[in-house]
């Protein structure tokens, strides 16, 4: 069965639906992304126009479809210790809490795959000593979060690992799992992972001694990007930190932080 090429129309409601779903700003250049994404979906309902999955994801009779269509037409890209600064910036603020009593309590919130949030746990398992930590991760996307969770990966993505912490935390794969490395189970028990649309009201998820949110703005506007980086915000103890991509600004969205250094902020104590 033949699809028929998106027209210009469809792509409108494409981008109309990422936008209500994600608060994901599409430009008009992503059209070939769209059509590459989705038409597989359009075959799997033996649909041949975008126009007619389009009224299958509105029709409210098919959520599984529309989370389907949400994690096919987001951007997971992630590595392990990528903008290595915010993780020695990390490793500073835990070896400072190690006196606390209370739990050292770390956010991932647009985890992707979980490389991000396994990063973080090596570098507090590390260094916190008997100090107890957590770290929550969190996305939109149900299909990495299915990943993060596995927490099993190719060796290649493990290349930014370094070799010591690869060797204490990470156990190589054998047989099936020849050229795959495992995040320990030690690590593992310490890290959650949730589905969390930054584009809603956030649930509880209790307060934070750092925040990530990298690499996440760069889809959203400047309305949507203001109101994420306040639900953000809120769930920062006072004196928390909070670090943003390299690649992204805080410029004119929030004054409840304030610059530390490129990336990182503070929320006042
Ligand atoms: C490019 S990845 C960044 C991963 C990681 N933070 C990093 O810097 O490597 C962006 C992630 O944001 C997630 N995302 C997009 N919109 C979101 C939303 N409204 N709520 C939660 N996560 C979202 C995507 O599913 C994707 O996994």
Not at 35 to 51: D, E, I, P
Not at 103 to 121: I, K, L, Q, T
Not at 213 to 226: G, P, Q
Not at 237 to 260: K, W, Y
């Amino acid at each position: 069965m033949s699809i028929r090429p998106i027209t210009d129309a469809e792509f409108t409601q494409f981008q109309r639906f990422i936008f209500d779903a994600a608060g994901i700003s599409m430009a008009d250049a992503k059209k070939a992304l769209v059509t590459g994404r989705l038409t597989k979906r359009l075959a799997a309902h033996q649909l041949q126009s975008f126009g007619d999955y389009f009224k299958l994801l509105s029709s409210g009779d098919h959520p599984d479809e529309v989370q389907m269509a949400i994690d096919l037409l987001t951007t997971n890209e992630t590595y392990f210790f990528r903008e290595i600064k915010h993780f020695e910036f990390l490793r500073a603020q835990a070896i400072e809490a190690r006196n606390q009593s209370r739990p050292f309590r770390v956010w991932s919130a647009a985890s992707s795959s979980g490389e991000e949030a396994y990063s973080m746990a090596m570098v507090l398992e590390d260094c916190m000593q008997t100090t107890p930590w957590d770290i929550l991760g969190t996305d939109i996307s149900t299909r990495v979060l299915d990943g993060a969770r596995r927490a099993l990966y190719s060796m290649e993505r493990g290349r930014h690992i370094p070799t010591d912490y690869l060797r204490r935390y990470c156990r190589k794969g054998a047989g099936q799992y020849e050229g795959m490395l495992l995040v320990n189970r030690q690590l593992r028990s310490k890290v959650a992972f949730a589905q969390v649309n930054l584009n809603m009201p956030l649930p509880a998820l209790g307060q934070f001694d750092i925040v990530f949110l990298r690499n996440v703005m760069i889809y959203f506007n400047h309305e949507t990007k203001r109101q994420v980086v306040a639900r953000v915000i809120s769930t920062l103890r006072p004196g928390g930190h909070f670090c943003i991509g390299h690649s992204e600004s805080l410029n004119d969205i929030t004054q409840a932080v304030q610059m530390v250094a490129p990336s990182i902020y503070k929320k006042p104590a």
